[in-house]
């Protein structure tokens, strides 16, 4: 009778551990998931007048067609999607309305 009590206390106790373990890895998963506040860059594949080929974010009212731009990737700020660009452009730049601090 005392085993069977210390063999349910057992199963109880092992359960209320992988509950806590299981709500723990959830809330792990809920912060990977939390936005990022990146965006996805592209870069025009039509230079400017000057030469420069700026970049964009896919929100952007600026943007070019689909088919005028390359995709660069999802950065979380326009410096990394600058040097990105500058693998495919020598001279780029930040679109004024969406990429104001690479302008
Ligand atoms: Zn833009």
Same mark, same amino acid.
């Given at each position: 009778?005392?085993? *069977?009590?210390?063999? *349910?206390? /057992? ?6 551990? !992988? ?6 890895? *959830? ?23 000057? @030469? /420069?080929?700026?970049?964009? /974010?896919? @929100?952007?009212?600026? !943007? ?8 660069? @990737? ?5 410096? *990394?999607?600058? /040097? ?9 730049? @930040? ?9």
């Amino acid at each position: 009778m005392e085993i *069977k009590k210390q063999l *349910k206390l /057992t199963a109880f106790i092992l359960i209320m551990i !992988a509950s806590v373990i299981s709500s723990c890895a *959830k809330e792990e998963q809920e912060v990977i998931d939390e936005p990022t506040y990146s965006s996805n860059y592209y870069v025009n594949k039509n230079a400017q007048s000057d @030469g /420069t080929h700026k970049i964009h /974010t896919s @929100g952007c009212s600026h !943007a070019p067609d689909a088919a005028n731009r390359i995709h660069l @990737g999802n950065f979380d700020s326009c410096h *990394k999607a600058i /040097t990105e660009a500058r693998n495919h452009y020598d001279k780029v730049s @930040g679109c004024y309305y969406c990429s104001r601090d690479c302008y």
